[in-house]
């Protein structure tokens, strides 16, 4: 009997069995469609075919068109841009040394007519010693008289907006208004077109590594030699901890100390013990207590810019170890 049909014993004839059609898989259905295409569309017109061409060459020339219109007047309004960036900053660009005054504390008063009284200044309860705002005085007088000593020197008041009940105000601002009200202590015409804030600095890592950034924003390069101004007990803490994990040369180096109070003094030494034993851990403050300090210090959430404006950096800015960062940095031949 054929195998291929089944009998009917009732009507004597035999009936075809049905047979199930095969489902084609994915990649064979893929391989179908160039043949089903031809079959389905060789018959049409060519007139319609020309046209259809036509249509989507003519779709695409506007859309190239539109694209240059709407973003090549960008580009070439950003190369111009740049251009006269360049020009209108071409004063800075022949600056080669940086002189970075570390802020501590923000000015809260209306007037800057005292920025020697204590109330002028937001204060933490460490620092609410007599004497403590002139130090502060000190500090901006001190970094002033170093630029007008250099004139191949850019200064920069290097501090951000740390304390929350001082408001958004930020310690780098808070000493140029300081400069600014003091008439620069004499140095006005030589200093004060040479000075400018680094805003975003939490700590003192941060203020010096934030400040070459920023000056490398103003003058196209990166400093030829940095004079640090700052208290005197954190000479240790900028000269052997901060230059070393930025691995800046120490004979282009500089550290300028101010004496502190002498009620204030035994307390910020054994401070400073701790923090160091902490750089010395966490050279780069990118985790732990340096972190959450950092964190701390950053109350109004400001959004970091750099590396931008200083993008031979960004592999030291992703760097986080206990060891210092061996990749290639400008400032070493």
């Not at 080669?96 to 005054?101: G, I, N, T």
């Not at 992703?318 to 400032?331: F, K, N, R, V």
């Amino acid at each position: 009997m054929d195998g291929g049909r089944d009998s009917d014993l009732e009507s004597g004839l035999y009936s075809r069995r049905l047979r199930k059609k095969r489902s084609l898989t994915f990649l064979q259905k893929m391989k179908m469609l160039p043949s089903i295409a031809a079959k389905r569309y060789h018959k049409l017109p060519a007139s319609f075919v020309v046209s259809v061409s036509l249509c989507v060459s003519a779709l695409l020339f506007v859309s190239v068109f539109m694209y240059i219109q709407a973003f090549g007047t960008q580009f070439s309004s950003a190369r111009a841009n740049s251009q006269l960036f360049a020009e209108h900053n071409s004063s800075y660009t022949n600056l080669r040394s940086l002189v970075m005054v570390a802020g501590h504390a923000v000015y809260t008063s209306s007037k800057c007519g005292k920025p020697e009284d204590e109330d002028s200044w937001f204060l933490e309860p460490y620092q609410k010693h007599p004497g403590q705002a002139s130090t502060f005085v000190e500090h901006i007088k001190l970094g002033v008289e170093v630029t007008s000593q250099f004139e191949d020197s850019l200064l920069l008041f290097s501090g951000g907006e740390t304390r929350k009940n001082a408001g958004p105000k930020s310690e780098g601002q808070s000493y140029w208004n300081v400069a600014e009200s003091k008439d620069w202590f004499g140095h006005n015409e030589s200093v004060r077109w040479r000075t400018l804030t680094e805003e975003f600095a939490r700590d003192s890592f941060e203020n010096l590594l934030f400040s070459m950034c920023r000056f490398r924003e103003l003058t196209g390069h990166y400093p030829v030699n940095i004079t640090v101004v700052s208290y005197d007990f954190k000479q240790r803490r900028f000269t052997d901890f901060h230059r070393r994990a930025l691995r800046f040369p120490e004979s282009r180096f500089t550290f300028l100390g101010v004496p502190l109070t002498p009620e204030s003094q035994e307390a910020a030494i054994k401070g400073e013990e701790k923090v160091l034993e902490m750089f010395q851990e966490d050279p780069y403050g990118c985790k732990g207590e340096l972190w959450k300090k950092r964190i701390f210090r950053d109350p109004f959430v400001r959004s970091v810019p750099y590396p931008t404006g200083c993008s031979e950096l960004r592999g030291l800015f992703s760097y986080c170890g206990p060891d210092y960062y061996m990749g290639s940095l400008p400032w070493i031949s």
